[in-house]
Nanobody, 119 residues
Framework: QVQLVESGGGLVQAGGSLRLSCAASGLSFSTYATAWFRQAPGKEREFVATITYNGGRTDYADSVKGRFTISRNNAKNTVHLQMNSLKPEDTAVYYC????????????WGQGTQVTISS
């Protein structure tokens, strides 16, 4: 049974930082690309960042480039999202996802973690 469990969300002021983590189990994590998505209230879920199975390539949404950094630790089956210079518009539920194909359809999803940025 595949599980992706996000953690690290919370309430911070604009300009602050948060580090999200996603712990994976039940899959050969080191062979899966992983990604972060987010969904704000009343909006569709949107792509945030993705990383290849070995960390060799990353891609970001334009809205977070230069502020967010995705990384992974295959020895610990975890993927992280370091979020700096946070803005109120970053407020959303953040989801971790995994797929064998980079930028694929993402077969596996976590339950999400809430990030709230106050102005």
């Amino acid at each position: 049974q595949v599980q992706l469990v996000e953690s690290g969300g919370g309430l911070v002021q604009a300009g602050g930082s948060l580090r999200l983590s996603c712990a994976a189990s039940g899959l050969s994590f080191s062979t899966y690309a992983t990604a972060w998505f987010r969904q704000a209230p009343g909006k569709e879920r949107e792509f945030v960042a993705t990383i290849t199975y070995n960390g060799g390539r990353t891609d970001y949404a334009d809205s977070v480039k230069g502020r967010f950094t995705i990384s992974r630790n295959n020895a610990k089956n975890t993927v992280h999202l370091q979020m700096n210079s946070l803005k109120p518009e970053d407020t959303a539920v953040y989801y971790c996802a995994a797929d064998r194909i980079y930028q694929g359809s993402y077969n596996y999803w976590g339950q999400g973690t809430q990030v709230t940025i106050s102005s």
